[in-house]
């Protein structure tokens, strides 16, 4: 689903491009959380991942809310 707006001729690259994306978040969460939770104590690692939590959410509702405002017009966002 990530590289279905993405054309044919471009997917392979769109989905080596996510996948890298993915990659570099697979490793930076747990090492920040690490670095974290070293210096401040076990609580900074649940604050830290509740607010990626949170900001995951608020990224959604902008996002939902910028493609039903482009639906509405018959926008597209790609």
Avoid: C, D
């Amino acid at each position: 689903m990530a590289v279905e707006t993405i054309s044919l001729e471009k997917r392979a690259t769109a989905m080596g491009a996510y996948q890298a994306i993915y990659a570099i978040g697979m490793f930076a969460g747990p090492f920040i959380a690490g670095i974290l939770i070293s210096h401040l104590g076990i609580s900074s690692g649940f604050y830290f991942a509740g607010s990626l939590g949170l900001t995951a959410v608020f990224f959604m509702i902008v996002w939902s809310h910028l493609e039903r405002k482009a639906t509405k017009h018959n926008l597209k966002l790609n």
